[in-house]
T-cell receptor
Framework: AQTVTQSQPEMSVQEAETVTLSCTYDTSESNYYLFWYKQPPSRQMILVIR??????QNATENRFSVNFQKAAKSFSLKISDSQLGDTAMYFCAFRAPGAGSYQLTFGKGTKLSVIP | DTEVTQTPKHLVMGMTNKKSLKCEQHMGHRAMYWYKQKAKKPPELMFV???????INESVPSRFSPECPNSSLLNLHLHALQPEDSALYLC??????????????FGQGTRLTVV
């Protein structure tokens, strides 16, 4: 079974600064998908970024980027130029590939507060 | 259109009531999900439909009854719920697991309170 660990229950960052959220996971799979989801107070889970394990290049989406270290089973999220709208719960999630594999394994989440 | 629409947004129901939650997507996804989320916790998977057939039931009590009338719609029928069933219920959709592009898109959820 896969496990996902987010070791930072809460973090804060000044507006316009950079913050990194940590995520580690455990799996025996060689190929898999990793995701960061954001859940603001409006409740909707929003996909921030995805990474496929067979791709060595780190994914980037505008101000969001990941540091994917496959050997270390680490998948951290870096938010640059933090904005007030980035205040949210952030969940790291793992998904195994293959037909019939639908389960998203979530970490417990990191509550990020962006301070004006 | 990358939206998953859930109705209602809020629902208060008594323990003897019957109600339904609805979910709709028009992204051509053939996998749809129900998740339950308690406060300050990650979502927990309840059901998965793949190609309109129930694929996964995570040992959910029978007072929750899912239904997938077609590839765009997903319902969750509720009957004789308990106060501990109060939670945020999230619907999601994705391409089926045999596709490479399998990220799930979530709706805004229904905040359910059982009194």
């Amino acid at each position: 079974a896969q496990t996902v660990t987010q070791s930072q229950p809460e973090m804060s960052v000044q507006e316009a600064e950079t913050v990194t959220l940590s995520c580690t996971y455990d799996t025996s799979e060689s190929n898999y998908y990793l995701f960061w989801y954001k859940q603001p107070p409006s409740r909707q889970m929003i996909l921030v970024i995805r990474q496929e394990a067979y791709k060595q290049q780190n994914a980037t989406e505008n101000r969001f980027s990941v540091n994917f270290q496959k050997a270390a089973k680490s998948f951290s999220l870096k938010i640059s130029d933090s904005q007030l709208g980035d205040t949210a719960m952030y969940f790291c999630a793992f998904r195994a590939p293959g037909a019939g594999s639908y389960q998203l394994t979530f970490g417990k989440g990191t509550k990020l507060s962006v301070i004006p | 259109d990358t939206e998953v629409t859930q109705t209602p947004k809020h629902l208060v129901m008594g323990m003897t009531n019957k109600k339904s939650l609805k979910c709709e997507q028009h992204m051509g996804h053939r996998a749809m999900y129900w998740y339950k989320q308690k406060a300050k916790k990650p979502p927990e998977l309840m059901f998965v439909y793949s190609y309109e057939k129930l694929s996964i039931n995570e040992s959910v009590p029978s007072r929750f009854s899912p239904e997938c009338p077609n590839s765009s719609l997903l319902n969750l029928h509720l009957h004789a719920l308990q106060p501990e069933d109060s939670a945020l219920y999230l619907c999601a959709s994705s391409h089926p697991s045999d596709r490479a592009n399998t990220e799930a898109f979530f709706g805004q959820g229904t905040r359910l309170t059982v009194v």
